[in-house]
C-alpha cells in the first residue's frame, strides 16, 4: 500500500518515488487516460470535503531525456490505492520526481485548517455541530445542525476565528490508537470520531480543537492568513455557512470591493450610498411596475370598449376575432378579460403573434353558457396540442399557420352551442 506522505508533512511539495502499477482508465479520439500508483505520495486524493492535489511526475530516460507526466486529479479506491490521473503513461518501476502544485495545496490547507477552526468555535458558541464540510473552487461551506444564527453572532463567530488566528496557536497532528481516540472522544475532548477501526489520526488547534482527519493542515493557525464568513442559508433543517480563508479572502474581497466601487459608478453615488440608492430604486420600480398595470388595464378597457363598438349581433353573438402583434399574450388575455366583462353576449378570440408558437385566448360574455375550456380543450387535442382553462376563459398555443383554422372550429363549435340552448 502506499506511503502517504502527507500524513506526516503536509507542508511536502516534492519528493521522488516508484511506480508500482498502470491502468487505462479511457480511450477516445485517439487520447488515452491513465492512473498511475505509486510506491509513496503527497498528492492528495480526494476525501472528506477537500479535493485533490494536481502536479507533476518527471521520469528520466537512460539517455538522459526527461518525460514530464502532469497529474490532473488523484483519487483513492475501496483498498485504499492512491491512483493519479495522467494522460501519459509510465512503465511500473520508473523512478520518478513528483512536485504538487503548491499554490493549490497552499489553498486547500488554509480553507481545511479554518473550518476545523471555524466548526470548533461555532460548537463552542453556539452549540452549532458541524454535518458536513466542501471546500469548493471559489469558496467553502459548512453545514451545521441549527436552525438560524442572528447575524450579529455570525460576526462574533468571525471575530473569533480571526482572534485565534493573530494568536498564531501551533496546529499539530498525531496518530493514536482507536480505543484512545474513543478515550478522547468519550471525555469530551475529541469533537468527533470516524466509524473506523485501526489508528487515528488527530489534528489539534492548541487550546481550541481536537478532531480526527486525513487531510492537509497548516502548522499554526497565522498560516491561515485570515476568515471571512460570507453568507448563511437554510438548507435540509440545518444552516449552511458560506466561507473563504486566507489569499482565497483576499481575492474574494478585492473582487466584492470592485464590484461594489462598479456600482456606485453606476449609479453616481460614493460607495457608502449604494445600499440606499438600490432601495431608493427599488421602490421606484416597485411604483412604476403599479402604475405601468394600471396603465394596461386602462388602455385594455379602452381597446375592449373600441372593439365592441365595431361589431354587431348575429345570431346571438357579438364576435370580436383579432390577432395581435404588437401586443404580448398577458395583454391579450387582459383584453379578453374586458370584454367578457361588458355585459354583453360577446365571443372573444384573441390572439398575440410576438412569438411563436401564438398564444391564443378564448373568452365569453353576457348569458352565454358555452364552456370555453371544453371547448378549447377539444379544438386543440385534434391538432395533438393541449390547452383549456375554465367555462369563461380559456388559452392555449399554436403556430401562427394553424391560427385561423383553429378560430374557425371555436367560432363554430361557439355558435353551435348557442343555437343548442337556444
Given amino acids: 500500500m502506499v506511503n502517504r506522505l502527507y500524513y506526516n508533512d503536509s507542508f511536502l511539495a516534492s519528493f521522488d518515488a516508484t511506480v508500482t502499477d498502470i491502468r487505462l482508465v479511457s480511450r477516445m479520439g485517439g487520447e488515452a487516460l491513465w492512473q498511475i500508483a505509486l510506491d509513496r505520495s503527497a498528492f492528495y486524493p480526494t476525501s472528506g470535503g477537500q479535493p485533490y492535489d494536481t502536479g507533476r511526475l518527471s521520469a528520466t530516460s537512460r539517455n538522459g531525456a526527461v518525460l514530464e507526466v502532469p497529474i490532473d486529479e488523484v483519487e483513492e479506491d475501496e483498498s485504499g490505492e492512491v491512483w493519479h490521473l495522467t494522460s501519459k503513461p509510465l512503465v511500473a518501476g520508473t523512478p520518478v520526481h513528483?512536485?504538487?502544485?503548491?499554490?493549490?495545496?497552499?489553498?486547500?490547507?488554509?480553507?481545511?485548517?479554518?473550518q476545523h477552526l471555524l466548526s470548533a468555535i461555532f460548537s463552542r458558541e453556539l452549540k452549532a455541530h458541524t454535518v458536513s464540510f466542501h471546500l469548493g473552487e471559489e469558496t467553502s461551506t459548512i453545514d451545521l445542525n441549527t436552525a438560524s444564527i442572528a447575524h450579529a453572532s455570525l460576526e462574533r463567530i468571525e471575530l473569533l476565528a480571526n482572534r485565534a488566528i493573530a494568536d498564531d496557536r501551533p496546529v499539530s497532528m498525531r496518530t493514536v490508537a482507536s480505543d484512545e481516540a474513543k478515550a478522547l472522544l468519550a471525555a469530551g475532548e475529541l469533537r468527533k470520531l470516524p466509524e473506523r477501526e485501526g489508528d487515528i489520526r488527530l489534528i489539534e488547534i492548541a487550546g481550541i480543537d481536537l478532531n480526527a482527519c486525513g487531510g492537509t493542515h497548516v502548522r499554526s493557525t497565522g498560516q491561515i492568513g485570515g476568515v471571512l464568513l460570507r453568507s448563511m442559508e437554510k438548507?435540509?433543517?440545518g444552516l449552511r455557512v458560506e466561507f473563504v480563508c486566507g489569499l482565497r479572502a483576499v481575492t474574494t474581497a478585492r473582487r466584492d470591493f470592485a464590484m461594489l466601487a462598479q456600482a456606485a459608478a453606476a449609479l453616481s453615488v460614493g460607495k457608502a450610498d449604494v445600499q440606499?440608492?438600490?432601495?431608493?430604486?427599488?421602490?421606484?420600480?416597485?411604483?412604476?411596475?403599479?402604475?405601468?398595470?394600471?396603465?394596461?388595464?386602462?388602455?385594455?378597457?379602452?381597446?375592449a370598449a373600441d372593439l365592441l363598438a365595431k361589431v354587431r349581433v348575429r345570431d346571438g353573438l357579438l364576435l370580436v376575432r383579432e390577432r395581435f402583434a404588437e401586443h404580448?399574450?398577458?395583454?391579450?388575455?387582459?383584453?379578453?378579460?374586458?370584454?367578457?366583462?361588458?355585459?354583453?353576449?360577446?365571443?372573444?378570440?384573441?390572439?398575440?403573434?410576438?412569438?411563436?408558437?401564438?398564444?391564443?385566448?378564448?373568452a365569453r360574455g353576457g348569458e352565454l353558457k358555452f364552456s370555453c375550456g371544453e371547448l378549447m380543450k377539444?379544438?386543440?387535442?385534434?391538432?395533438?396540442?393541449?390547452?383549456?382553462?375554465?367555462?369563461?376563459?380559456a388559452q392555449g398555443q399554436v403556430s401562427s399557420e394553424a391560427l385561423e383554422g383553429l378560430f374557425d372550429r371555436l367560432e363554430s363549435d361557439a355558435r353551435v352551442g348557442v343555437a343548442t340552448v337556444s
Avoid at 412604476?288 to 378597457?301: G, H, I, M, N, V
Avoid at 365571443?347 to 412569438?355: I, R
Avoid at 379544438?379 to 369563461?392: H, Q
Fill in 235 to 237: 438548507v435540509r433543517g
Fill in 276 to 303: 440606499q440608492s438600490i432601495e431608493r430604486l427599488l421602490a421606484e420600480s416597485k411604483h412604476a411596475a403599479k402604475e405601468r398595470q394600471r396603465l394596461r388595464d386602462e388602455l385594455a378597457r379602452y381597446e
Fill in 98 to 114: 513528483a512536485a504538487i502544485d503548491w499554490e493549490r495545496r497552499l489553498d486547500h490547507m488554509q480553507q481545511h485548517s479554518g
Fill in 378 to 393: 377539444a379544438a386543440l387535442a385534434e391538432l395533438g396540442l393541449r390547452g383549456g382553462g375554465s367555462a369563461t376563459l
Fill in 328 to 362: 404580448d399574450a398577458d395583454y391579450v388575455k387582459l383584453l379578453a378579460s374586458k370584454l367578457s366583462a361588458a355585459g354583453k353576449p360577446v365571443l372573444a378570440l384573441l390572439a398575440s403573434t410576438q412569438q411563436e408558437p401564438a398564444s391564443v385566448v378564448m
